[in-house]
């Protein structure tokens, strides 16, 4: 007989979960806010490992995940996923070869001709130059990964769903021993609000905030990011269609309450791309404000069984990696039921 799962949660981690598993299971997904409404909408979204511990499991899962967003890139343009090139910068950090450096299809340190060049003073802005002079670029690496644009992503993994029969209830969950009589396995993809749903006190969240601009013939093709940026992250990363320019990671942080100006972005981002000081400040934007559902101590992906008898798989805590370490974390999930 098919087993009866539900997976709670309707976000990024929840779709993938519940189309991995339809390949096997009869499945419902439950959750109180779909599409738009979701955290992962509002996820930057380019394939990488971050505010996760970077352990053997995890480089596994995010080796699974790039993999499978080249061929969705590859076989489904429609899916809004595509391939950029990009370029971080680091200040402060010691220079290091990240662990998952050999799993993106590119990877390359910048030369010493290229630290020069972010370092030159012209580029500074708005009397930046001091600011900068004290905390030179030391080091960064150029990237090629996936991105995706979220809102495109999420709509193209709901169809996907339907197509193995996925069934969708909205429902607001408060515990899921409430599900017991229903399915014989829970799936937990509840994101941060595993915090309040399972008493999860692990959590940290971060809180994050940028805007998005619409692209133009010249707006950039290339992201760049400098989290060490001694004003605040910048960052500037074109995707389907809208250029996003940020932004920020405010640790401790669960409001959604909008403090970034664009004045100060533009101060930072536009110092390496001219296009956010010109083009992208005459044009209407959007600001998003979102929490990365960070857990200190790692993503929680394990079993348990409920006093009722049903098995529960959780499967959250991905920090600012669940768009990268989704399909992975999904075929760990199926091979956790069995």
Known sequence: ????????????????????????????????????????????AVWHVYLVPETAEVLEWSSVTLQRLLDISRLYPESGVEIIRGVELFRSQRRHVPAWSHIPPEFAFLTDDELRRFNEPERALHGSISSLSNAPVKWGYRLKAPAAKMSSYLNWLVEQAEKRNVQFRRQHVERLADLSCQH?????????????????????????????????????????????????????????????????????????????????????????????????????????????????????????????????VHNYGHGGSGFSLSWGCANAVSALIG
């Open 1 to 44: 007989m098919t087993k009866s799962i539900c997976v709670v949660g309707a976000g990024v981690v929840g779709l993938t979960t519940a189309i991995v598993l339809a390949s096997r299971y009869e499945v419902q997904i439950i959750a109180d806010k779909f599409g738009a409404d979701t955290d992962s909408v509002k996820a930057t």
């Open 184 to 312: 014989e396995i829970v799936v937990n993809c509840t994101g941060l609000g595993a915090a309040t749903l399972v008493n999860d006190e692990a959590f940290e969240p971060y809180k994050g905030q940028y805007f998005v601009v619409a692209s133009n013939d010249g707006s950039p093709i290339e992201y760049i990011g400098d989290d060490d940026h001694p004003d605040g992250m910048a960052y500037v990363i074109p995707r389907g269609g809208e250029v996003m320019i940020g932004g920020s990671a405010e640790a401790g942080l669960n409001d959604l309450v909008e403090t970034i100006k664009w004045s100060d972005v533009v101060a930072r981002a536009g110092r390496y791309v001219p296009w956010v000081r010109h083009s992208a400040s005459e044009r209407p934007r959007q600001l998003v404000v979102g929490v990365r559902p960070v857990r200190p101590s790692g993503i929680r992906l394990e079993r348990e069984m409920l006093e009722t008898g049903t098995c529960v």
